[in-house]
């Protein structure tokens, strides 16, 4: 399928970051394009990350106990500074940090260590896929359908959570896969896990549930234990990173019992939406919600990822046995990975329901399925092909073209070119 997965590799890596590091320096948090809204990155976190970064270097960062200042934009003869206790503030710091190191506040240069981190991360994809799936270019094909699509190059310069929280994510899985293949040998790796888990409670709260069901998930598949010498101490990092974090805000409210007041009313609305003090009532999730939380995950995967979600799913329906068969091992961790995914929109509905970037959940899963199952399915297309079944034919060209349909459409299009390389001629 692929003929010289090192010359593609490179060529997909130029063709990325020129997206990305056009995107950097033409597409603002401040246009009123949609260019970094919603399934196209998070412009909303990435301008109040801006907002924090400027207040710490014109103010410093203990003013504010290092807790992120938003709408912080003095030239605004509107602006009001909002101290944000509700959200981890790692990123906003290190955004602070840039600023000060660079001395400066502008946009762009804030995003050059983040895009120096993406590329590390863009081979670090391809190498944790490689070694899974022991194969070159199937290990290009996964990785391809996250690096060419609008989770990587949307995020690729991302200033906030995303880019940190997802690096540490690939980073806390394979480490999880080594340590665990090793016999729980190399506690080395076990300690590094345990720091990454302490970091990420203080780059998002998304990512420690996820996690934390891949822990208990590598756990049960190598050890058939629930309670284990990775599940429990990870589980105290959690609330070891949350007390960091609450600590924070403590020092900040000059009280426990008001920084833990502060954070249930956080909970509660970003669970079900509802009106708490301080905040408005957004977008309510209720019961009838629920049906539609698998559709979300599946009809959001067309515009996240290379491929429509409900392709790959067809894919893996029509693969999974060969995929078990070859890779036994793989096959399961597969399964560790999707619960993985689906974690946060079962634990924080409402926030998983209204943001459809959390999509990024099923990074880790939907490449190794379209790593593995998508030459299973090329295979199953030539066989087909050369039989005399017509409707087997009508079926493999239908997804297809809905498949290409999609990339055409939802990436190389809108990705690429209206809110890439030609933006804004055709970004409105």
């Known amino acids: 399928m692929l003929k010289n997965p090192t010359q593609l590799k490179w060529i997909f890596f130029v063709l990325v970051f020129t997206i990305i590091g056009f995107r950097a320096v033409n597409v603002s948090v401040f246009n009123s394009e949609r260019a970094r809204n919603g399934m196209l990155g998070d412009g909303f976190s990435d301008k109040n990350t801006l907002s924090s970064a400027g207040y710490f270097l014109d103010s410093g960062f203990t003013q504010t106990s290092f807790l992120p200042v938003h709408d912080y934009f003095p030239n605004d003869t509107n602006f009001h500074s909002v101290i944000y206790t509700h959200y981890p503030a790692l990123p906003n710091i290190l955004a ?43 290990a290009l094909l996964g990785a391809s359908s996250l690096w060419l699509a609008n989770y990587f190059i949307c995020y690729g310069d991302n200033i906030h959570q995303h880019l940190y929280g997802e690096f540490l994510k690939w980073l806390y899985t394979y480490g999880l896969y080594l340590y665990h ?6 506690k080395g790796i076990w300690f590094w896990l345990m720091l990454i888990m302490v970091v990420e409670v203080n780059i998002s709260f998304e990512m420690p549930v996820y ?57 509660t609305f970003r669970a079900t939406g509802a009106e708490t003090v301080g905040y408005i009532k957004e977008r309510e999730f209720g019961w009838r919600n629920l049906p539609e939380i698998p559709f979300d995950w599946f009809n959001r995967m067309e515009r996240f990822y290379l491929f429509p979600g409900w392709a790959v799913l067809l894919v893996f329906a029509m693969s999974w046995r060969q995929f078990k068969m070859q890779f036994p091992r793989m096959f399961k961790i597969s399964w560790a990975l999707f619960f993985a995914s689906i974690s946060w929109s079962l634990v924080m509905t409402q926030h998983a329901y ?17 790593a593995v199952c998508l030459p299973i399915y090329y295979q199953r297309v030539r066989v087909d092909f050369a039989g005399k079944l017509w409707y087997k034919k009508v079926f493999h060209v239908l997804l297809i073209t809905y498949a290409v349909g999609m990339l055409i459409t939802q990436q190389i299009w809108e990705v690429w070119i209206q809110f890439g390389l030609f933006f804004p001629q055709f970004g409105r």
């Open 181 to 186: 293949e090793s016999g729980q040998k190399k």
């Open 354 to 370: 209204v943001h459809g970037f959390t999509n990024k959940h099923f990074s880790t899963w939907y490449a190794l399925v379209v």
């Open 96 to 138: 602070g940090f840039y600023a000060v190191i660079f001395q400066s506040k502008n946009e762009s240069m804030l995003r050059v260590i983040p895009i120096l981190l993406a590329m590390l991360f863009f081979f670090f994809i391809f190498f944790v896929l490689k070694q899974w799936v022991k194969d070159e270019k199937k």
């Open 211 to 267: 996690l934390g069901i891949l822990t208990l998930g590598f756990s049960w598949i190598y050890q058939k234990k629930i309670f284990s010498f990775t599940t429990v101490p990870a589980a105290l990092m959690v609330v070891l990173g949350f007390g960091l974090h609450l600590a924070q805000n403590a020092s900040y409210f000059g009280s426990w019992q008001l920084a833990i007041d502060d954070m249930t009313k956080a909970y």
